[in-house]
């Protein structure tokens, strides 16, 4: 996901197995027969079995945003499938490389990012949908009248950088909306578009839903808000592996992703446990500052609902690939049906 986001999470699991209480003896009286000593097959604790211990990928700092994967540690999700599961905090393209390598199981991962990597004969495959919608916008100040792509022609634009999702987002908008980029004062601001808008540094800016229209709206401003999602359809996060994984250890990638959606779909039903179980996960969360954390979850809810939850839409794939070719971002087409898999994904 793009760097301009401010916070991420951090999964922190334990778990705890009793010893089992080991086999009794009856006192031997002095008539008796000589006992035979206990095999040590017969005196030994049993033990639990271990779990898989896996790495997953996801960049940046803990986050209430990934509220569903702190749900899967804490209630055992993850335990349940035989998994131990540690957040690993880093940039997403790395995580992919390294996914691809085969020196990580999973990651997450944006479409954009897998279709990149694809391109450069990377094996990586999104297994599992979790965004249902991009969550790239453009932000302005409600006074400014700017509630369209076609509005932002003649007007000033900030991006964080010129890459990553904020900027795959604004390129998609441009190509969607068919608007004439050299009209546009497009400026690197970096990730200060909440201080650039309220401040009126820039007329609109490149957001996440999900972060600085909230933080503005806290404060009283009144914003208007242009989600990329409303003129195409580009696939977002999701869980990734590679072509290895799946082919030799598909229960595995079934264990990974079944667990994972039981956390999406426990957060979905139960939010305001989700939101405690999250604070405890990032205890920089203070009291003052909780309200602003519970309106970035419910944002973010607003991205992961789905009657299909971890289900790839083909068309989505197919639009984000044909946008990034046409874009320039890749050179030469990619393999659609090589970029994804439902087959992991229980339907219900």
Not at 36 to 46: G, L, R
Not at 58 to 76: E, R, T
Not at 134 to 147: H, I, N, Q, R, Y
Not at 181 to 198: H, M, P, Y
């Amino acid at each position: 996901m793009r760097k301009s986001l401010l916070f991420t999470l951090l999964i922190l699991f334990l778990t705890a197995c009793g010893p089992a209480v080991g086999p009794t003896f009856t006192a031997i009286t002095p008539t008796a027969a000589p006992a035979q000593a206990p095999s040590a097959a017969e005196t030994s604790i049993p033990t639990a079995p271990s779990l898989e211990h896996i790495d997953l990928g996801v960049g940046f700092i803990p986050n209430v945003q990934f509220a569903p994967l702190y749900v899967a540690q804490a209630k055992g999700f993850y335990a349940a499938e035989g998994l131990e599961v540690d957040l690993e905090h880093g940039f997403e393209n790395d995580f992919v490389a390294l996914t691809a390598q085969g020196q990580r199981k999973f990651a997450v991962a944006s479409g954009d990012q897998v279709i990149l990597a694809r391109a450069q004969d990377l094996p990586v495959v999104y297994i599992m949908k979790w965004y249902q919608r991009f969550p790239v916008a453009v932000m302005s100040l409600a006074e400014t009248g700017l509630d369209t792509p076609e509005k932002l022609g003649g007007h000033s634009v900030g991006t964080p950088v010129l890459s990553g999702a904020s900027y795959v987002g604004w390129q998609a908008l441009v190509y969607a909306a068919k608007l004439d980029s050299s009209k546009i004062n497009l400026q690197v601001i970096g990730f200060t578009q909440a201080e650039a808008i309220s401040q009126k540094k820039v007329d609109a800016a490149i957001v996440y839903i999900t972060n600085e229209p909230v933080q503005l709206s806290k404060l009283g401003l009144k914003v208007n808000v242009i989600e990329v999602s409303d003129y195409i359809d580009l696939v977002s996060n999701g869980l990734i592996t590679n072509e290895t994984v799946i082919r030799e250890n598909p229960e595995l990638v079934r264990r990974m992703v079944r667990a994972t959606l039981r956390g999406l779909e426990y957060t979905l039903a139960h939010p305001d446990e989700a939101f405690t179980i999250a604070r405890e996960a990032v205890p920089v969360i203070t009291d003052e500052d909780a309200p602003t954390q519970w309106a970035v979850l419910d944002a973010s809810m607003a991205l992961w609902r789905s009657d299909q939850p971890g289900l790839s839409d083909p068309n989505a794939w197919t639009t984000s690939a044909k946008f990034m070719q046409a874009t320039g971002l890749i050179a030469a087409p990619v393999e659609v049906d090589k970029l994804y898999t439902n087959e992991f994904v229980e339907q219900k």
